[in-house]
């Protein structure tokens, strides 16, 4: 076992090369991964680069997807070191590392997000339940006066918002939001679309009979033209959203407090639950219904190899970034309970290995 932890240490040391002097080809950090964490890897990034004698780490917004896939492809000088993510790891994403010789993630928590649907201060202010957003986006809905379910799908007909609802104004159904490759899309299709399309009876009985054609119902977005896929920067739909107020745009909470004076969130409602609006209060409880972790991974193979990988991971997850007064808290970061984030440190402190339930 001794040799060959010796060997695969040497391997892993020869994927990165060595100059002349013996110092290792790759000594910046790289980053790449979710554009939601992108702002608060990019304040980590300078802090670090700015108080510890290591470079300021290279920081790429590529959207979750994307990056697991950089991440996972291999070790190395040519692949990132850590990638952010605004959901967590899937196990075949995590598969594919175990595949391309990544044995060893360490996971990371850093903290919660909210996903918000905001409009322009002068668009007419609404409000949502998870079943109006189903109804709205979904690429197929029940027929008007049925529970949903197998034999009751139609391919969305709905225009208007107040198709949707009565209670809602006669505006043109207008989305734009995240591509497919974004976390914060499987997170709005797992939490808000699914979430209203199991308001429907029909749904959960579908679900234990066919959970194939259950998923294809509860999370398909409609491909139409009434969602349009803005890509994965999150600013650009920010702008797009100030400049016509009939638009909805999908994006982080962070998103929303840079903005605050120009664009303003609709609340969201559970099934028979009050309207929430996303604060940092209702995130951080759980009130407000489209709340998701936010997460780094980082590979044990690359620490001790690239330059302050580990202490850098120790940088987001500590107290002075990451906890109740932390620099990215103040960016819009909901922090972790103290003996969660505890537990995420003591996880970078002892670089644990990731294993999924």
Not at 307 to 336: C, H, K, S, V, W
Request: a negative charge.
């Amino acid at each position: 076992m001794r040799n060959f932890s010796k060997y695969a240490a040497v391997a892993v040391i020869a994927l990165f090369g060595a100059s002349s002097t013996g110092a290792f080809a790759q000594d910046q950090i790289r980053v790449v991964g979710s554009s939601t964490v992108f702002p608060f890897a990019t304040a980590a990034a300078e802090e670090f680069g700015n108080t510890t004698n290591f470079k300021t780490p290279i920081i790429e917004s590529t959207g979750t997807g994307g990056g697991m896939k950089l991440f996972c492809a291999g070790l190395g000088s040519s692949h990132p070191d850590i990638a952010n993510a605004s959901r967590r790891i899937k196990q075949s994403e995590l598969d594919l590392c175990h595949k391309n010789g990544v044995d060893e993630v360490v996971e990371v928590k850093i903290g919660f997000d909210g996903i918000v649907l905001a409009a322009s201060k002068n668009a007419e202010p609404m409000q949502f339940s998870l079943r109006d957003l189903y109804l709205a986006l979904a690429a197929q809905v029940p027929a008007p006066n049925t529970e949903g379910g197998l034999g009751n799908m139609v391919p969305n007909p709905y225009k208007t918002w107040n198709q949707v609802n009565p209670n809602l104004p006669s505006l043109e159904i207008q989305v734009l939001g995240p591509p497919p490759t974004s976390g914060t899309r499987d997170a709005f299709n797992e939490l808000a679309i699914e979430g209203g399309c199991k308001t429907f009876t029909g749904m959960k009985a579908l679900k234990k009979s066919d959970k194939r054609t259950y998923k294809a119902y509860c999370r398909g977005i409609r491909e139409d033209g009434v969602f349009i896929e803005a890509g994965e920067n999150d600013n650009l739909i920010v702008q797009k959203i100030q400049a016509n107020e009939q638009v909805i745009g999908i994006f982080g909470f962070s998103f929303l407090e840079q903005n605050a004076d120009v664009i303003q969130a609709y609340p969201v409602s559970k099934s028979g639950k009050t309207a929430q609006e996303p604060t940092f209060d209702a995130i951080s409880d759980g009130a407000y219904p489209i709340s998701r972790s936010l997460f780094i991974y980082g590979k044990k193979a690359h620490v001790g190899i690239v330059p302050g990988l580990q202490e850098f991971m120790a940088e987001m997850i500590g107290d002075n970034a990451a906890g109740d007064l932390g620099y990215l808290t103040d960016r819009g970061l909901i922090p972790l309970p103290d003996s969660e984030r505890a537990t995420f440190q003591s996880d970078v402190q002892n670089l644990t290995k990731l294993k999924l339930n």
